[in-house]
């Protein structure tokens, strides 16, 4: 390594001899900066400080603060970083946020079996046009952080929010058999449950009715956009639970034939059957109605009746039931059996539910729900 010369005659030996051990090769040779104050301050014996204390002394200061600088900050970043990797997680998919994190482009994703639900507040724009926006804000805010802490007790995924539209999807991005129509139903019926005994705090004495569609089919995933990215569902199965939970009633789970059949090999639903039902976009349907879970024993609110059309609703104030009282006669508690028993009526062609046709913002959600 390059070192400078320095003659004898340039400083006294003992200084010189002090510089070369500075330099040395080998850096446990080299003295710390408090070693070289102590051997300055013996070489001057007690002298007036010169210009070369100062300098040590100064450069030791520095030393001592900017490793503490450095630590701090580096704690810092690590845990921004941290934040800003469970924000992430929070919006999307671990595998996705891990993907994005790495710099991995995001392929779209085919699934070949899901269940899809949808749910909505049947009058929320009587309630919003009797309320301020921030009590809207607040109203659906502690609507949603309990749904949001229900959903965590299930295999499920919350797409999203859009205004008093709640959309969670079982069985992707993580495959989970056919577990996911029976994850799917049972949050339905806890949903329904809890919502039956929220309260709104500026409106006491208003019951939040839910109405809830769900379905089974195939669909397809894939990350939209690079600002603000979006998990975004496509395919007819996102539809068709648009229409179910649009052709629906108030505290009630309104679901397709495919998610009954899956209901039907896992056991233990109990399902009433609606009737024909006109999709839009796809005519005439068999859907049903699902009341209760065997073992299920939250209490559910009891609903409106339905008119002769299927489709019109006394409005009502709900009442709490025992899941036991609200299931399907033929199928009571004592039954033993483990298939769900569907109470079948008379076949009748029914028309969406006319009060709300499916207008609201989600309409034009990028889950290809025209």
């Not at 339905?188 to 309260?199: E, I, N, P, V």
């Not at 104030?317 to 059996?337: D, E, F, I, Q, R």
Request: charge should be neutral; include cysteine; aromatic fraction near 6%.
């Amino acid at each position: 390594m390059c070192r400078p010369s320095v003659s004898q005659q340039a400083a006294p030996p003992q200084y010189i001899q002090i510089m070369k051990r500075c330099w040395s090769e080998q850096p446990q040779m080299r003295p710390d900066y408090e070693q070289l104050n102590v051997e300055f301050n013996e070489l001057n014996k007690g002298k007036k400080t010169n210009i070369v204390d100062t300098m040590f002394k100064m450069l030791e200061k520095y030393s001592n603060n900017l490793e503490e600088i450095v630590r701090d900050r580096t704690i810092a970043l690590e845990e921004e970083k941290k934040k800003t990797e469970n924000l992430l997680t929070q919006m999307l998919p671990l595998s996705v946020a891990q993907s994005l994190l790495m710099g991995q482009p995001v392929e779209p994703e085919s699934f070949d079996d899901v269940t899809i639900y949808f749910s909505d507040i049947v009058g929320f724009t009587s309630i919003s046009a009797m309320s301020t926006p921030i009590q809207v804000v607040n109203l659906l805010n502690d609507l949603y952080t309990m749904f949001d802490a229900t959903i965590d007790d299930y295999d499920v995924y919350k797409v999203e929010t859009i205004g008093d539209a709640y959309m969670v999807s079982s069985g992707l991005p993580t495959r989970n058999g056919h577990r996911h129509a029976a994850e799917i139903s049972t949050m339905a019926l806890d949903l329904l449950s809890q919502c039956g005994q929220f309260t709104i705090r500026h409106m006491p004495d208003m019951p939040l009715r839910l109405r809830i569609g769900l379905h089974t089919g195939p669909c397809v995933t894939g990350v939209v956009g690079l600002r603000m990215p979006r998990y975004c569902l496509f395919g007819d199965t996102v539809n068709t639970a648009s229409r179910m939970e649009s052709t629906g009633a108030s505290f009630r789970i309104h679901i397709s034939e495919s998610t009954k059949n899956k209901l039907d090999i896992i056991g233990g639903y109990h399902v009433m059957c609606r009737g024909e039902v006109e999709l839009k976009g796809k005519g005439l349907a068999r859907t049903y109605w699902l009341t209760g879970k065997e073992g299920f024993t939250k209490p559910l609110p009891v609903p409106p009746e339905l008119g002769n059309g299927q489709h019109t609703e006394a409005p009502v104030t709900p009442k709490l039931a025992s899941n036991s009282t609200n299931a399907v006669t033929t199928a009571g508690a004592t039954t033993p059996t483990t298939t769900p028993t569907t109470t079948t009526t008379p076949t009748t062609k029914t028309t969406p539910n006319g009060s709300k046709n499916n207008s609201k913002g989600v309409k034009g959600h990028t889950t290809n729900r025209l």
